[in-house]
């Protein structure tokens, strides 16, 4: 499994652009040379710090897969946000907005999320498939299970929110405004989220 991890890192190393590529060398290099000097605690930092250039250029990746537009409306470019700190919580981080101030659609992309967990428990669990009220329901989306919230409707803008886990990750697609949840599961639908999970691996 080490193995296999380490050609993949290699492998994204080889990809990076020539500033991410000078950023990763002087950390590793930072690094191998404080774990010489015994300085381990610094070491790991200087690896954390490698490691989260290689994050950063895989939620480039994913930016330029995403869709340009969604349910019609465009993305907003300068919106768009990539980071990744490599450590046991939070890790890569993608962001993207679409749409203006009286309709819009923003999605996240988190690795190790803290919600995790909570929402990969409530999909095992049969009873959760549809909530009474029809506020909270289970669908499928490109094959991966997801979670399907309708907004509280005393909240001044309606709309949903829909959470799909795979690997490590957390996929989030957030909709505000008069949406309906035909044009929720066919925006989600139009995402590839495939290729998306195949950068997360």
């Not at 749409?99 to 999320?113: F, P, Q, R, Y």
């Amino acid at each position: 499994m080490k193995k296999i991890y380490l050609l993949a890192l290699i492998v994204t190393v080889f990809g990076l652009t020539a500033s991410a590529q000078n950023d990763f060398t002087a950390s590793t290099a930072t690094a191998k040379n404080e774990y010489k000097a015994g300085n381990l605690e610094e070491a790991r930092f200087a690896l954390q710090q490698s490691l989260a250039e290689v994050d950063k250029e895989i939620g480039k990746e994913i930016l330029g897969i995403l869709p340009k537009s969604i349910a019609g409306f465009s993305f907003v470019e300068a919106n768009d946000n990539v980071s990744g700190n490599s450590s046991s919580f939070g890790g890569l981080f993608v962001h993207r907005d679409y749409g203006d101030t009286t309709k819009s659609v923003a999605i996240d992309l988190m690795d190790n999320s803290p919600m995790l967990a909570g929402i990969n428990s409530l999909l095992a669990m049969p009873m959760i498939m549809n909530s009474s009220d029809g506020s909270q329901k289970v669908v499928k989306v490109s094959g991966y299970k997801a979670l399907l919230q309708r907004k509280d409707a005393t909240q001044a803008v309606g709309g949903y929110t829909l959470q799909i886990p795979f690997n490590q990750s957390l996929f989030t697609l957030d909709f505000d405004g008069a949406f309906t949840e035909s044009e929720v599961t066919s925006a989600a639908n139009a995402m590839p989220i495939s290729e998306v999970a195949k950068l997360t691996y």
